[in-house]
């Protein structure tokens, strides 16, 4: 995600430091709290952000057939931050790719209402 150019731009403030400070332990030092910093903010972005309401919708559309090539990888690849909606997740993943029974399909539709209530089923 950050790309080679990336690591090096972070890499490089802690580099001069040293040079400029002739301090090895401050160069290392402020390259990896730059690593840790950037790291922690793509763990934290990568994180869905949705209420219930609003992941319902997008698995609506997986319901209903008119979902685009790639929302259904979208709705259910991404991680939540709430466990219970994360455990969900993993079980829709898993469960209710193809909805090739009625049994499957109405069990999903159950569970798409519940999240539209506010629910987590």
Known sequence: MIGCIGVLAL???GVLVGLYLHS?????G???????IVGAIIVYKRQHRLT????????????????GPYDWKEATTRPFADAK???????????YKALDTLEKKEAFRKIVEALKRGEIA
């Open 11 to 13: 890499i490089a403030p």
């Open 52 to 67: 219930p309401g609003k992941w319902a919708v997008q698995l609506e559309k997986h319901l209903l057939g008119t979902e």
């Open 85 to 95: 909606l994360e455990s969900l997740r993993v079980r829709i993943a898993q469960d």
């Open 24 to 28: 090895w332990t401050w160069g290392i």
């Open 30 to 36: 402020i390259a990896a709290a730059l690593l840790a």
